[in-house]
């Protein structure tokens, strides 16, 4: 057996099965590129569903993990530490709100969104005890706990894991009128993705956004964007909500928030909002450790100057031109997406999702399959154009072999 067989043989005969993966079993990785343990290289399109924003082994990310390792890396939260304060400041600011809640999953992060909105609603709305609604969409993703998959409308994410949290109201995502109509005045929130990732890259129309924003705050009621996965740089703008100029109440964010280097996840949000916690109402032993701030803070300079966000936009125009171009040949039945980011519709004749994953990995391009026939393009926003070029060239011949 191949070292390649011998470690995924292994490995299926050790751990649960609730991933599976494709057949390459990585070693190393530096930017945008990945070797596995036959040293073979592989272009990395999927960047750890954008966990990988500033690419492998980023230096700056590297180097602030490793001077924090040799300081201090764990103290809980029973005391202060000397990378909290920047952290938690330079992140509000970065988000345009005042304050954070961090934890170290986007899960935690999502339960955390949904223990403030419901607190926020008891507290401050007024809602009588026990009664607060939270609004979410159709073909949502926010995680996988078991309150998260209660509200989700996936059978493969939900099934078995009964019985369910109520309080969620499920409506069609980008539909303003069914939104409307399910807002109650025992209604806290609305959670939504601004754009829907795990669906295949789901763009709202547009004046969804707005729409979201006018509709809570008419009603008083909080406005949550899971940015986890469009957040920080992958559409070309700090956040996604920003390309149709909206401002939710509350960002929920994660993946990227850790450079790839250690899970890192916040609620950021205004004081009013985040005030409704008191000392041992909330918490987790991880969240906001040194290490994680450490990490955390690199990432935030890094995206002040807006580099990143750029890159992704010009990177991002150019890779929808050429998908643009291989939607007209048949092979592409639609492409969506925003910046560095795309779902890509394969025409079912061609295979699945999974199949034409599973043959791009033969041309060394890595990505992966969302539902049916979609694969997602998300590389590493540090990607060459050179590099990306090359990875399109590797999907042409798969679609046209
Ligand atoms: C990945 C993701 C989550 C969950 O994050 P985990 O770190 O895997 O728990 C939640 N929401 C969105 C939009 C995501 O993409």
Known sequence: MSATETAIASAEAHSAHNYHPLPVVVASAEGAWMTDVEGRRYLDLLAGYSALNFGHGNRRLIDAAKAQLERVTLTSRAFH???????????????????????????????????????????????????????????????RTTTIISFSTDPEARADYGPYTPGFEIVPYGDLTALREAMTENTVAVLIEPIQGEAGVLVPPAGY???????????NLLFIADEIQSGLGRTGKTFACEHEGVVPDMYVLGKALGGGVVPV???????????????????????GNPLACAVALEVIAMLRTGEYQERAAELGDH??????????????????????????????????????????????????????????????????????????????TVLSA
């Not at 956004?209 to 009603?219: C, I, Q, W």
């Not at 590389?379 to 590099?387: A, G, H, N, R, T």
Request: with cysteine; glycine share 12%; charged share 25%.
């Open 209 to 219: 956004l707005p729409g979201v924003r006018e509709l809570t705050r008419e009603r």
């Open 265 to 287: 996840s916040a609620v950021v949000s205004s004081a009013d909002i985040l005030g409704v916690f008191r000392p041992g109402e909330h918490g987790s032993t991880f969240g």
């Open 81 to 143: 530490h000397d990378r909290f304060a920047d952290f938690c400041t330079r992140l509000a600011e970065l988000c345009g709100m005042e304050m954070v809640l961090p934890m170290n999953t986007g899960a935690e992060a999502v339960e955390t969104a949904v223990k403030t909105a419901r607190k926020w609603g008891y507290r401050v709305k007024g809602v009588p005890d026990g009664m607060a609604k939270i609004i979410v969409a159709s073909d949502n993703f926010h995680g």
């Open 319 to 396: 890779l929808h031109r050429e998908l643009g171009l291989l939607a007209g040949g048949g092979a592409v039945e639609a492409v969506r997406g925003r910046g560095l980011w795309a779902g890509v519709d394969i025409a079912p004749a061609l295979g699945t999702g999974r199949q034409i994953s599973e043959r791009l990995m033969e041309e060394r391009v890595l990505v992966k399959d969302t539902h049916g026939s979609t694969i997602r393009i998300a590389p590493p926003l540090v990607i060459s154009k050179e590099d990306l070029d090359w990875g399109l060239d590797r999907l042409r």
